[in-house]
């Protein structure tokens, strides 16, 4: 059974910067696409940024573009979520997937998620 384990988020001042990682475990990590949604308090979870198995197409959407980047090392079966000029509405639970089928943008294109890390950025 493949597991996701998401770290890095806490707790940062607005302009500041984290990057979070998830740890994926079995041995056929750079087969899929991996994703990054989050969840802000009374909100639904949305779509943050996905990036194919290579690593050779990047997706992300208009809120963090420019200031999120996604990537990944499959030697470490690790994707990483580098977050920049971080903002109070940015504040969310972050959770990473793994992509099963169809688009990237939506929720149930994935499969299997992890338990999410908390980021919550200060004004």
């Known amino acids: 059974q493949v597991q996701l384990v998401e770290s890095g988020g806490g707790l940062v001042q607005a302009g500041g910067s984290l990057r979070l990682s998830c740890a994926a475990s079995g041995r056929t990590f750079s087969s899929y696409a991996m994703g990054w949604f989050r969840q802000a308090p009374g909100k639904e979870r949305e779509f943050v940024a996905a990036?194919?198995?290579?690593?050779?197409?990047?997706y992300d959407t208009n809120p963090v573009k420019g200031r999120f980047t996604i990537s990944r090392d499959n030697a470490k079966n690790t994707v990483y979520l580098q977050m920049n000029s971080l903002k109070p509405e940015d504040t969310a639970v972050y959770y990473c997937a793994r992509h099963y089928s169809g688009s990237y943008y939506l929720l149930a294109s994935y499969a299997i998620w992890g338990q999410g890390t908390q980021v919550t950025v200060s004004s």
């Open positions: 990036i194919t198995g290579s690593g050779g197409i990047k």
